[in-house]
């Protein structure tokens, strides 16, 4: 049976290099690949800083959410890579709020890890969307 997917894309660079997309929406779900903190031309962002670089990456899931015409409001599910936990669980809790404008109603799972794709990177965030 074949399924139909629909990707959207970044348009990063290394997109096409790795070979991915940064979501596949497959009926009514959207599986987001990680988002890291990069700007709109894959500059790393908020070297250091963790809380730059969460807010960062929850600014590009919106990103991709919207292509789908989505919001942060439609996920269900997220999961964060982390390399420092006490800074990003600090970091999440104080932009809990501004992040989901109000009490998040999602799963939540947070696992701290040795490295990502680039040593600069300090979180990753992978999550699942209902429309």
Request: aromatic share 8%; proline share 2%.
């Amino acid at each position: 049976m074949k399924i139909n997917k629909e990707a959207k894309s970044l348009n990063m660079r290394w997109e096409k290099e790795y070979g991915y997309s940064q979501a596949v929406k497959v009926g009514d779900t959207i599986y987001l690949a990680g988002q890291v903190s990069h700007d709109d031309e894959g500059n790393i962002l908020g070297e250091g800083d963790m809380e730059v670089q969460m807010r960062a990456a929850y600014a590009n899931l919106g990103k991709v959410l919207a292509q789908y015409g989505a919001t942060i409001d439609n996920v269900v599910d997220e999961i964060l890579f982390v390399t420092d936990m006490d800074a990003a669980f600090a970091a999440r809790v104080k932009m809990k709020q501004e992040v989901f404008s109000g009490s998040p109603v999602l799963g939540s799972t947070i696992v701290q890890i040795q490295r990502l794709a680039a040593p600069q990177f300090m979180i990753e965030i992978k999550c699942t969307a209902k429309v």
